[in-house]
């Protein structure tokens, strides 16, 4: 006679409750305490919507057009050799005043040598310059939280993240550098081409 093999019996062995469990009643008292937190907090500011905004339609953006221009648009225009002026007035078909802030300006300066030439035309006097109050350097939040403010402007960006960003925000049209051309996105009176 062969010797019967002994498997374990895995019914038979206790299984323990971990402490995290749902089922134990401590954890569904904390559980029951946060939804309750959860539908009692009360809303204590609603963002101001701007008076200029019809729908997604900016009212507040007439001709001369202010345009808020990020490093990576300039550093686009170089690449492309536009100038900058002509080609947002072709674009826009309208009288516009680029404005460059200060964050701009350093993150230019810190690129280096190999962004020479798009520092030069961003230090041109023609272009208006926007003072910045806040700490850091970081151009797309600087941008952010200016358009946020003041939906007077009309940012022109390469940039993928910093246009998502802007996409959030209803009535702001983004410029932006596309086959040797600037071409604007959002804006309702923008000639179709």
Not at 23 to 39: T, V
Not at 46 to 54: D, K, M, R, Y
Not at 134 to 163: E, F, P, Q, S
Request: glycine fraction near 4%; proline fraction near 5%; include cysteine.
């Amino acid at each position: 006679m062969g010797v019967q093999k002994r498997t374990r019996k895995f019914a038979q062995v206790k299984r323990l409750i971990s402490k995290r469990d749902s089922r134990l009643k401590e954890n569904q008292d904390k559980g029951e305490i946060e939804a309750k937190k959860k539908h009692t907090e009360l809303v204590r500011e609603i963002p101001q919507v701007s008076s200029s905004l019809f729908f997604q339609y900016n009212t507040a953006l007439v001709p001369p057009y202010s345009i808020l221009i990020d490093t990576n648009f300039l550093s686009h225009t170089v690449q492309r050799k536009l100038e900058l002026l002509p080609t947002m007035m072709d674009c826009l078909y309208a009288k516009c005043t680029p404005i460059i802030t200060d964050c701009t300006m350093a993150e230019l300066e810190k690129l280096g040598k190999k962004y020479r030439i798009a520092l030069r035309i961003a230090r041109d006097e023609r272009w208006e310059r926007l003072r910045c109050d806040h700490k850091g350097v970081y151009a797309d939040d600087c941008i952010v939280d200016r358009v946020m403010k003041h939906k007077i402007y009309i940012v022109a960006t390469n940039d993928r993240d910093l246009k998502r960003r802007i996409r959030k925000i209803p009535g702001v049209p983004i410029m932006s550098v596309a086959r040797g051309k600037y071409v604007i996105e959002r804006l309702p009176d923008a000639p179709e081409k």
